[in-house]
Nanobody, 125 residues
Framework: VQLQASGGGLVQAGGSLRLSCAASGRSFSRYAMGWFRQAPGLERELVAG????????YYVDSVKGRFIISVDNAQNTVYLQMNNLKPADTAVYYC???????????????????WGQGTQVTVSS
C-alpha cells in the first residue's frame, strides 16, 4: 500500500485548506484511516480518524467543529477539510492506514501500518 498526501501550504489564520491522501495498491474501504500531525518538538498526534465503516469518527478536541475527514471510495482517496485554521494548526500532516480489515480508529501512531510522506501546513497570524 502506498499513500500519497498533498494539499498543504501557507494560509492566513481563518483560512481553509483541504488535504488529500490517495491510496494505491489496495482499496482502503475496509480499513481505518487517520490524519496525524506533528509540530516541531511535539509528539505525533491523531487529528482525525475514520473507522472502516465511516460510522466511527474521531477528532481531537482542538479541531472539533473545524476539520472534517471524508472519503471518496471511487477515487480511493481520503480528505481532511480544514476550516478556520489557527497558527496552532501549523505542523506536518500525515495520512495513515491501519492494515487490519474492519478496523476501528486508534489514537496511537504505532497502530497504523502505512504512512504518507507528510505535507506541511503553515498558518500565519
Amino acid at each position: 500500500v502506498q499513500l500519497q498526501a498533498s494539499g498543504g501550504g501557507l494560509v492566513q489564520a481563518g483560512g481553509s485548506l483541504r488535504l488529500s491522501c490517495a491510496a494505491s495498491g489496495r482499496s482502503f474501504s475496509r480499513y481505518a484511516m487517520g490524519w496525524f500531525r506533528q509540530a516541531p518538538g511535539l509528539e505525533r498526534e491523531l487529528v482525525a480518524g475514520r473507522s472502516w465503516t465511516g460510522a466511527g469518527l474521531y477528532y481531537v478536541d482542538s479541531v472539533k467543529g473545524r476539520f472534517i475527514i471524508s472519503v471518496d471510495n471511487a477515487q480511493n482517496t481520503v480528505y481532511l477539510q480544514m476550516n478556520n485554521l489557527k497558527p496552532a494548526d501549523t505542523a506536518v500532516y500525515y495520512c495513515a492506514l491501519r492494515d487490519l480489515r474492519f478496523s476501528s480508529v486508534e489514537l496511537a501512531p504505532g497502530s497504523y501500518d502505512h504512512w504518507g510522506q507528510g505535507t506541511q501546513v503553515t498558518v500565519s497570524s
